[in-house]
Each structure stands twice: as C-alpha cells, then as structure tokens.
C-alpha cells in the first residue's frame, strides 16, 4: 500500500510568516494529493488539492506543489493569521477505490 | 453546498448498549465511507459504500455494522462496544469512488464507551 511521512510534527510561526509542511509518498501510481485542515473538535476540511498533471496549485494564501519524480509534495501558507492554526493532513490516493494514505498530521500553531 | 452532516455530535453508550450513528449528504455523491479517528492521529478508514453497496470492510470487527439506506444516507450500528471504541467517528463522501474525486468530511460524532 501506500506510505505518507509528513513533516514537521509540530511549527510554530509568528504571524504573518509563512508556513511549509512537506510531504512524501511511495507508491509511484498515486496521483491525487488532497490537503485537509482539521481544528479542534472538528472534522478534517479540505482546504486544497492537486493532481498528477500539475507541479503548483494556488489559492489565495494557500498553495501546494507536487514533485513527483522525488515523489514529495508542500503545503505552503503566505501570510499566516492566528485562525490557519490547526492540525494539517495530507493525503495520497492510491490503489483507485479513492482509498486515501494520510500522513500523521502537523500540528500549526500561529503566534500573535 | 459540500455539508456532510453527522448526528448527535456526541454520544455516551455501556458496552452492553446498542446504539446507531447517522450521516447525511445532499451533494449527489454515491460513495459514503466511516472513518475512525483517535486523539492525535490520523483518520483510518473503515468502510466504503459505492451506489448503496458495501465496497470496502478494511477487516472492522463485527460489533460495528455499517448500512446504506439510501444514496444520501449512511448509518453505522454500533452494538457490545469496548472502551478502546472511543473515538471520533467521521463520515465522509465523494461524487463517485474514483481516482481524483474530492472527499468531504462532517463534524464527526464524538464517541465515549463506558
């Protein structure tokens, strides 16, 4: 099956700095990363996603990039505000099924 | 619209209780799945229905039964559960079960075993 690492574990960062958590996977056939923003007593949201064919994708603040010959892929958040504190999934999609490989979640806390 | 929504939010059961967690959607989509979360980890899935059958059982013990009433509803039976069962159970769907689809969580029901 598939395996996801993700890294750091935790980050902290001031706000208004910028944040990157990265991700990698090891099932070559994958090929839809989803990201999922999880807040305290909450179910995990989907905050974006990209797709085999695609090297970046850009929402507002919120970016990722897939690099898949090294088979990794980023989150980055620009201008971080206290409310993007959260616990961060991301995902690989393996094996069709739309059977999703988490990785064990990043822990963000942004510092006023 | 992209709102799964689970109901109750939190619920309480004896291990001899039998008890039913329900989820709902009114996107179209025709896969559901219930996922199990404990504090500081990762969902792991536990089920997948596609069109109202059951697709995916990942080996879940018997005292769970999920079930598909119909391609909008999604119940997971609960019966003889064991303290290590409390956890937060999410539900979550997709338009299809497919390479690329999006999959879309509820709030979860928060689970205590007693």
């Known amino acids: 099956g598939e395996n996801v690492e993700q890294h750091p574990s935790t980050l902290s960062v001031q706000e208004g700095d910028s944040a990157v958590i990265k991700c990698t996977y090891s099932d070559s056939a994958s090929n839809y990363f989803p990201w999922y923003k999880q807040e305290l007593g909450k179910g995990p949201q989907l905050i974006i996603d990209?797709?085999?064919?695609?090297g970046e994708k850009k929402d507002q603040r919120i970016a990722v990039t897939l690099n898949k010959t090294a088979k990794h892929f980023s989150l980055h958040i620009t201008e971080t505000q206290p409310e993007d504190s959260a616990v961060y999934f991301c995902?690989?999609?393996?094996?069709?099924?739309?059977?999703?490989?988490f990785g064990k979640g990043n822990q963000v806390v942004v510092i006023p | 619209d992209t709102e799964v929504t689970q109901t109750p939010k939190h619920l309480v059961m004896g291990m001899t209780n039998k008890k039913s967690l329900k989820c709902e959607q009114h996107?179209?989509?025709?896969?559901m799945y219930w996922y199990k979360q404990k504090a500081k980890k990762p969902p792991e899935l536990m089920f997948v229905y596609s069109y109202e059958k059951l697709s995916i059982n990942e080996s879940v013990p018997s005292r769970f039964s999920p079930e598909c009433p119909n391609s909008s509803l999604l119940n997971l039976h609960l019966h003889a559960l064991q303290p290590e069962d409390s956890a937060l159970y999410l539900c979550?769907?997709?338009?299809?079960?497919?390479?690329?689809?999006?999959?879309?969580f509820g709030q979860g029901t928060r689970l205590t075993v007693v």
């Open positions: 996107m179209g989509h025709r896969a």
């Open positions: 995902a690989a999609q393996w094996g069709g099924n739309n059977r999703l490989a």
């Open positions: 979550a769907s997709s338009q299809e079960l497919r390479a690329g689809t999006e999959a879309f």
């Open positions: 990209i797709r085999s064919n695609v």
